[in-house]
């Protein structure tokens, strides 16, 4: 099986229930929908974003083979003003086992989206390794997540889509979004907040094309 996750740009016509109910129907499993609804309306000011149309979505499921995309991709294409698909590995970093909710239940929380590309001029087996390695353990110190997951892309698989090496899903309590405080655990000092602020950046300027990146909170739907 392959994981595949698409990004939609612009307004989402659908519901989650109805988009992953339609997506269902040709084959996709585990689906998870992403989306920018009226849940995260208040935390819009944390987005980092620089496309026009801007991210709306995020959609990934199992699929038994990337060759039987094509009808997923109508569905999501009639769905979003625009979509960039890749294929993907999927390395979980911290599974979620506390924000847990049913089936096609919005997940409590906010899962924050993040787009990312390989610094310039760094080897990709080097930028892979701080990423899942390094940057792993200095952002399970430093922030207060409950769930972090991360998509390694493999090849994308839509003309035209973003040149990103991976797609990150992190969950926080919605308290956190928008209080460095309560993001980067600092119980109320302030210097354990620059002490875990300046390692985060640290170690994001030692792998990241900042002036690439997009972040956005999304609510998550689970199928």
Known sequence: MEKLVYVLFGSVSKTPESLARELEAHGARRIAVNVSDAHVAAKL??????????????????????????????????????????????????????HLAAKSERTPGINMIACIAT?????????LEHWLEEHRRVALETQA???????????AL?????????????????????????WYKADGSAQKLQANLGRMIASCQAFLDLDRVESHPMSEYRF
């Open 45 to 98: 000011g944390s987005r980092i974003t620089r496309l026009d149309p801007t991210l709306s979505g995020v959609v990934s499921f199992w699929l038994d083979a990337a060759l039987e995309r094509e009808p997923l991709e109508r569905t999501l294409r009639a769905s979003a003003v625009q979509i960039a698909g890749y294929s993907v590995l999927e390395s979980v970093a911290l599974a979620n086992t506390t």
């Open 119 to 127: 610094k310039t001029g760094q080897p990709y087996g080097a930028w």
């Open 145 to 155: 997540t409950y769930a972090y997951l991360r998509n390694i892309v493999v090849r």
């Open 158 to 182: 839509t003309p035209g889509a973003p040149a990103w090496q991976g797609i990150v899903e992190e969950g926080f309590d919605a308290a956190s979004i928008g209080d460095p405080m309560a």
